[in-house]
């Protein structure tokens, strides 16, 4: 068996061709999730793996699921103690590719949010099992999957820094053979996977060694992220479900929120507000962020019978981002394939990263076993991944335009799919859903990413139903604190605290 080799600056080595290489030797650069779920694919398919990744090797030997969540340092994820939502693609995934992976989390304590229990007593249909997602902290479903990484075979990991690429020129194509570490060694490999992040230096390092750089497109999310995670006490009952994802969420037309459930009687409340306006600042206080978070709507049962278990968490910077790897001439890089959030991230509300990098690396693992060489591996990957990534994109970054003009005042009639698709979706598609069957499957199918994103948006009868459901139940909708109200509650303001609300 071949092994990854650690050469001298000036070795060079010949390209990649998938023919003479069995097993390929892959680099997976980033160990989180995507570069765990590439390291497992790959070795379980008898290639060999080295996980490089600047953070230490973790072990976690016998460490609760809370200690992992309090003890892990893991500086190279910033978004790392966020909320996840491990929707159902990532849980279909585990169940079917790593089994292993999705007992050790449900052992250590995450749950399911099974949706179907939305389609009440209609008649269940084939796919509808697919509908359920995972309830874990991103530290705990993290671990679960270092372990198995540990475990593997034909794996090694070290805790190493890469600085740069080692090419080849190859026609239109740049051609990577390997990686250069902080430490002055070189590796090279057949396959380098960049799993590395949101922030990935591919493309600064294909310039840095006279290569173009790979174009991308970007957008801004519009949204600054507090949060701050909770458990249920001993003896009290978790509320029901109140939206698909479990917990209650919302839009309030200036800023929105979201509940996380989580592992172990866990759950994190999300307060999503624009960067641009400053009055939200404030939510950083603990007590500032707990005074709005009671009057959210739906939040009194979920924050009564807990206690906060952190601090809260705030983020921002938050980018949509999406790099081409492919033009009109084929590939522009080959010998190494980014996936996960190295290839595309959008708004994390939408929660499709963690199950987009499981699939590009276990879509990648299995064509790079039937790929004939590089190009033939890039080619097979971009008519699988790139339109998916593409239209995610753009659908998202259309929704976060579309929001910061509904923030900012702009009146938009959300009524009307051809005023604002992404707005027609949110507040009038989604809402409706559970009061009709095929509706419910196709927004359940939609916000799991186990359809294309464009899918719901092509269903003209579903968006007309939608929209009569929507007209029917206007005596029905809750209302909605007032701005006034949520910044009077931010300044602790009693005088203000009175109980108006939107209309
Ligand atoms: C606020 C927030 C909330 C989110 N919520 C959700 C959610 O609900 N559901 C969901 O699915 N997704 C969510 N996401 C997205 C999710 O976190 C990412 O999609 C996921 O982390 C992508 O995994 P990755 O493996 O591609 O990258 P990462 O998890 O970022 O891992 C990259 C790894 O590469 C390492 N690395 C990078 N560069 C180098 C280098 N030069 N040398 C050595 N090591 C390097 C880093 O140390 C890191 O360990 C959220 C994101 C944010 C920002």
């Given at each position: ?387 998916d990534?593409?239209a995610r994109?753009?659908a998202v ?49 939609r916000?799991?990413a186990?359809d294309p994103v464009e899918r719901?948006a ?46």
């Amino acid at each position: 068996m071949s092994t990854v080799s650690t050469v001298g600056a000036e070795t060079m080595v010949t390209a990649f061709d998938l023919r003479d290489a069995v097993p390929v030797r892959v680099i997976v650069l980033g160990a989180g999730v995507a570069g765990c779920a590439a390291a497992l694919a790959f070795a379980r398919g008898a290639h060999e793996v080295v996980v490089l990744d600047r953070g230490d090797v973790q072990l976690f030997d016998g460490w609760s699921a809370d200690e992992v969540f309090q003890r892990w340092q893991r500086r190279g994820i910033a978004q790392f103690r966020q909320p996840h939502n491990f929707l159902g693609l990532a849980r279909s995934l585990l169940r079917d590719r790593f089994a292993d992976v999705y007992a050790a989390v449900r052992e250590v304590g995450a749950t399911e949010v099974k949706q179907d229990s939305f389609l009440c007593d209609a008649a269940r249909e084939a796919g509808d099992e697919d509908l359920a997602t995972v309830a874990c902290r991103r530290p705990v479903f993290d671990a679960a999957l270092l372990t198995a990484v540990a475990a593997q075979p034909r794996v090694t990991h070290r805790a190493t820094e890469v600085i740069g690429l080692r090419l080849r020129p190859r026609g239109h194509a740049a051609h990577v053979v390997g990686v250069e570490l902080a430490s002055g060694e070189s590796m090279t490999a057949d396959l380098v996977v960049d799993a590395a992040g949101r922030r990935s230096r591919t493309s600064d390092w294909l310039s840095a060694a006279g290569a173009r750089p790979l174009p991308s497109v970007s957008s801004e999310c519009g949204l600054l992220y507090y949060s701050r995670h909770y458990r249920f006490r001993d003896g009290e009952p978790i509320p029901p479900y109140a939206s698909l994802l479990g917990g209650p969420r919302g839009d309030l037309g200036y800023l929105a929120f979201a509940t996380f459930l989580g592992d172990n009687r866990t759950f994190c409340l999300s307060i999503m507000v624009p960067p641009w306006d400053r009055a939200f600042r404030e939510l950083r206080g603990p007590a500032a962020f707990q005074r709005i978070a009671v009057r959210l709507p739906g939040l009194a049962a979920w924050l009564e019978p807990s206690n906060p278990v952190s601090g809260v968490l705030p983020m921002g910077q938050l980018r949509n981002q999406l790099l081409n790897v492919v033009d009109d001439n084929g590939p522009l890089l080959t010998g190494l394939i980014p996936i996960g959030d190295a290839r595309c991230h959008t708004n994390p509300t939408f929660a499709f990263g963690a199950s987009l990098s499981l699939w590009h690396a276990v879509r990648l693992a299995d064509l790079a076993d039937r790929a004939i060489d590089d190009i033939d591996l890039v080619t097979y990957f971009e008519s699988e991944v790139g339109a998916d990534v593409s239209a995610r994109f753009y659908a998202v970054s259309a929704e976060d335009r579309d929001r910061a003009r509904w923030w900012s005042g702009e009146p938009i009639d959300i009524t009307d799919p051809a005023v604002s698709l992404p707005l027609f979706l949110s507040f009038i598609v989604y809402p409706t859903a559970a009061r009709d069957p095929a509706l419910l499957r196709a927004v359940a199918r939609r916000i799991n990413a186990l359809d294309p994103v464009e899918r719901l948006a092509g269903n003209p009868e579903l968006l007309d139903r939608a929209r009569a459901l929507h007209a029917e139940s206007a005596g029905d909708r809750p209302s909605m604190p007032r701005r006034s109200l949520i910044l009077a509650a931010l300044a602790g303001d009693p005088a203000e605290l009175t109980t108006e609300t939107n209309p």
